[in-house]
């Protein structure tokens, strides 16, 4: 592949260097300067700015369609079906996910990345628009005849569009910002979700319960537009961050990107563990919770709201934390750990059954999340070169994928055996195989 131009990245000169990183390379001792983000580091970047106006948009858009989707299913299904449609809604959306994301960051790689980005948003505000006016509909407010199974396929469109939106803005943190404020960018990045949250939680249970369903959905739209009008303000140029990549085929591109993660043991296993920590813990605290809050703890949705905002503060206790380390490192123990903590949370969550250590366990669920990915992704960003990240960041994002695929699985096992089964089995799982990755992976366990 041609290396890309010296203006294309700030460790563009990196990019004519092999894609692959040696085995030996992730366990090296690496020295960083302690760089805060406020102090002349990734703030210091208009357009990283704008990428964070973009996070907080979609943290707010996010979870309106997401809860929007969820809430709608629990309604109108039957009830001795609800927790398995649930599962099937999860499903749908993870498998559209995994079947478009990996082009997704194939696409990120190959052509401009804002302009990737603009295009996409575009056309998601186009179908939000659409589904939010059919839901207005009565017959299908209620899932009237085929109403309820028709929306399904439409519902999936959020993770077709998630497909290109996360690996293409996540890229793009890394075209922002001078590498020695890369892990603070992340950190900050994801810390702007976090904090999106905290306000879209309980707003969006209140807006299901007031507004209802279709108006939640129309105002999600507002979030796509935002994050055209920020992509518009960004002043440096729109360059391919991987020249040579389209004169080859697709799956060429996406070769290279597993190429990384076959020679990487660092980067193979983040992946892996990602991949299972959401599939497990998420496909149950996520998929299935609506079935939980509204059968377990017997809360409607302004309730449901109220207990995600915990999640939210969680999310934002980890992020503002990782924030205040600035270039922090010891990265595979903090992963590991994070790790470790969301099987606990997922299992302690499970044996609860009243609202106040449900909202408490569903807190700490939230921060080992939060930390998870972040520090996940931070350990892709300093691993990866920059010309390879939208496919293998694609890769790490999988796990969203994976996780809502699992939902039908655990959906159709929850209505099976009992959901107070399923939490705690979940949970289990993902203590046992992250002791596993720690006692086997030792690079993983090492990582700078």
Request: net charge positive; glycine share 10%; no cysteine.
């Amino acid at each position: 592949m041609a290396g890309e131009p010296p203006s294309a990245s700030p460790d563009a000169a990196a990019a004519a260097s092999p894609p692959v990183a040696s085995k030996a390379s992730p366990t090296l001792p690496v020295t960083r300067p302690a760089v805060r983000p406020w102090a002349g580091g990734a703030l210091a970047s208009r357009d990283f700015r704008l990428l964070l106006v973009m996070q907080l948009a979609s943290g707010v858009r996010q979870p309106m369609l997401f809860f929007a989707q969820a809430w709608y299913v629990n309604l109108a299904a039957p009830p001795s079906q609800r927790v398995v449609l649930l599962g099937l809604l999860g499903a749908i959306r993870g498998a559209v996910f995994l079947a478009y994301a990996l082009v997704g960051g194939a696409v990120a790689d190959r052509f401009p990345r804002r302009r990737t980005l603009v295009a996409s948003h575009a056309v998601a505000v186009l179908l939000s628009s659409g589904i939010a006016l059919l839901l207005y509909v009565p017959a299908v407010a209620r899932g009237e005849g085929p109403w309820l199974w028709a929306m399904f396929p439409l519902f999936a469109s959020f993770g077709l569009i998630t497909g290109q939106d996360q690996p293409t803005r996540t890229a793009m943190v890394r075209d922002a910002v001078p590498t020695v404020a890369l892990t603070s960018a992340v950190t900050l990045h994801q810390f702007a979700m976090s904090l999106a949250f905290i306000p879209a939680a309980p707003l969006v249970g209140w807006m299901l319960d007031e507004l209802g369903v279709a108006t939640t959905y129309l105002l999600s739209g507002l979030g796509h537009l935002i994050v055209i009008g920020a992509a518009f303000a960004m002043r440096s140029p729109d360059v391919v961050a991987d020249p040579g990549a389209r004169g080859e085929s697709v799956w060429s591109n996406l070769r290279a990107g597993f190429g990384v993660v076959r020679e990487d043991p660092v980067v193979r296993w983040t992946i892996y563990l990602t991949w299972l920590v959401l599939a497990a813990g998420m496909s149950v605290m996520s998929v299935l919770i609506a079935a939980w809050v509204h059968d377990v703890l017997g809360l409607d949705a302004s309730g449901w709201g109220w207990m995600a905002l915990f999640w939210g503060i969680g999310g934002i206790l980890a992020s503002g934390w990782l924030a205040w380390q600035g270039e922090y490192g010891r990265k595979g123990q903090l992963f590991l750990g994070a790790s470790a903590l969301m099987g606990t949370s997922v299992l302690a969550f499970g044996l609860s059954r009243s609202i106040a250590p449900a909202f408490l366990f569903n807190g700490l669920a939230g921060l080992a999340n939060a930390l998870v990915l972040t520090v996940g992704i931070a350990i892709v960003q300093q691993a990866v070169p920059n010309r390879l990240l939208g496919r293998v960041t694609a890769l790490l994002m999988l796990s969203q994928g994976i996780m809502q695929l699992t939902g039908l699985l655990v959906g159709a096992a929850g209505q099976l055996l009992g959901l107070s089964a399923i939490y705690p089995a979940a949970g289990i799982a993902i203590l046992v195989f992250t002791l596993l990755t720690a006692l086997r992976q030792r690079p993983l366990r090492t990582a700078a």
